[in-house]
């Protein structure tokens, strides 16, 4: 019996997958934006230049996929190749050079984050002890100590209740797009909060013994996990199978234990993401007050800070233009998941995602760089991050190079290429002149590089380059990505390196 043939789709359901698409922010295919055909280049490209560019599309195509291509001249604005740079991509990565630049124009390169010890004393005790931070994303166990220390040089010799106040951020710990994979207990996919520890992650340490004997296992925190099960010492040479399960237990981790390391191993080191990042710093609060021989008579809770309460101990992290390089140089989700939510912080103010998604897409037309319909659910580009132009990308490069109160930090966070970064390995020939910085983006069908080639002298220009839709070969894009781009830095520059 024939098939019957598949109905065509009225105009309702086009425009029905249209918006679906658009919801998505992962689209199939690119999504032109609504806007005037762009003009053409101002002048042709170098021979060597556009044949780098029809590889690179020919390559992209081969792989079942296409690519998105933006240039624009520093100085002029001057669009030098624009092929598909209209059409929205998902940009991976390259989200952290919207987030780093949303950041450094909002709050300034000086900005620190605080996080601060607060309660009253009565005598050598401290009845609610409160702990409250504004979101620091590097905030740390040796912050703890110091902090801790610092009660017991005051005097301080006893503590009540050990109160976590997470206000300054709502109860979202879960960055959009990030739900896609539950189960997954990897480090790259924490939970954000206001008051974050240690990437809002765990530590297991696992040290063998002699063959036969179990091997000794350790938890960073301690009393935030409870470790089930055993890991057995096995004879030297022989091939490490530790194995780890962890699942939430109210407001705390269970963790179960087994396999074996063997007698000859160094110690093993595995770090998990938190389920509920609520009362982690919390926990390892308490645990370092005992350690100090400060007694903690009371529980852990969440709660909030009496506006009158004194300041007992205070950590100042290091300013965001320090901070970004997280982003820039080493790709930190957690960082770009935590700066970017804090965007929408301030007095009177909770921070929220969507808030803070507001608020970007104010800032960009505020400088009037072109949004072209672009859609933003992090700040990291994990995952559904939303989808956004090369063009977009380029142009807001070339804002952020003309801003004195952005440029020289967003640059600095850039990876060099050659040199830093997640670029140390890609574009090697420029080292020495260290004149390509760019943010590359990697996901399972998606591989980008989004940058600048600068002059010695002045100038230059911004580029955007975001292939979607090569599943499973992202990897191999960098090749073409990377011959394209050092074509473009031998005509900019004039020379070859």
């Known amino acids: 019996m024939p098939a019957k043939p598949t109905p065509r789709p009225g105009p309702v359901a086009l425009v029905t997958l249209l918006l679906a698409l658009l919801w998505s922010g992962v689209p199939s295919a690119p999504i032109r934006a609504e806007e005037p055909a762009p003009s053409a280049p101002a002048r042709s490209l170098d021979p060597a230049l556009q044949r780098a560019l029809d590889t690179l599309r020919r390559e992209a195509a081969a792989m079942g996929g296409q690519v998105g291509v933006a240039v624009v001249d520093l100085e002029s604005g001057e669009r030098l190749v624009d092929h598909r740079g209209t059409e929205l991509h998902n940009p991976a990565s390259n989200m952290k050079i919207v987030t780093a630049w949303a950041l450094l124009r909002e709050r300034g390169p000086a900005h620190r984050f605080l996080t601060a010890l607060r309660g009253r004393r009565e005598g050598s005790r401290v009845a609610r002890l409160v702990l409250r931070g504004d979101g620091d994303p590097s905030f740390d166990v040796r912050h703890l100590y110091d902090m ?10 006893e503590v009540g209740d050990v109160v976590v106040d997470q206000s300054a951020f709502d109860g979202v710990h879960v960055p959009p ?7 997954e207990w990897a480090a790259f996919r924490a939970p954000v909060a206001a008051v974050s520890l240690a990437h809002n992650t765990i ?12 091997a000794s296992v350790s938890v960073v925190p301690p009393s935030f996990v409870a470790i089930e099960g055993r890991v057995t010492t096995s004879e030297a040479d022989r091939p490490e199978k530790v194995e780890l399960a962890l699942s939430a237990s109210g407001d705390r981790l269970r963790a179960v234990l087994g396999g074996s390391i063997p007698e000859d191993a160094p110690r093993m080191e595995i770090r998990r993401r938190v389920d509920d990042p609520t009362l982690l710093a919390g926990h390892a609060l308490a645990d370092v007050l005992r350690e100090l021989q400060i007694a903690v008579t009371g529980k852990v809770l969440a709660g909030r800070a009496e506006r009158a309460a004194p300041v007992l101990a205070e950590h100042a992290s290091e300013p965001l233009a320090l901070l970004v390089h997280g982003m820039g140089k080493y790709s930190n989700n957690f960082y770009a998941e935590m700066l970017f939510k804090s965007l929408s912080a301030g007095p009177g103010r909770v921070a929220a995602f969507d808030a803070s998604v507001r608020r970007l897409e104010a800032m960009l037309d505020e400088a009037g760089v072109a949004r072209r319909g672009a859609v933003f659910h992090n700040g990291s580009g994990l995952f559904d991050g ?9 142009e807001l490069l070339r804002e952020a190079h003309r801003d004195p109160r952005v440029s020289p930090e967003l640059t600095a966070q850039l990876s060099v290429a050659g040199v830093d970064g997640t670029l140390r390995h890609r574009l090697t020939r420029w080292r020495a002149s260290r004149s390509v910085r760019g943010k590359t983006g ?7 590089l989004s940058g600048y080639v600068l002059r010695p002298g002045g100038g230059g220009v911004a580029f955007s380059v975001i ?30 390196p």
């Open 386 to 394: 939303g989808v956004i132009s090369p063009l977009t990308l380029a």
């Open 203 to 214: 530590l297991v340490e696992v040290r063998p013994g002699q063959a036969g004997s179990p």
């Open 442 to 448: 990697t996901l399972a069908a998606v591989s980008a």
């Open 467 to 496: 292939a979607n839709d090569v599943s499973g070969r992202a990897i191999s894009m960098r090749k073409p990505i990377d011959a394209f781009v050092d074509r473009l830095a031998q005509q900019t520059l004039g020379q070859a």
């Open 177 to 183: 797009g990030f739900a896609a994979q539950p189960g």
């Open 148 to 157: 801790a220390a610092s009660l017991r040089r005051a005097g301080i010799r």
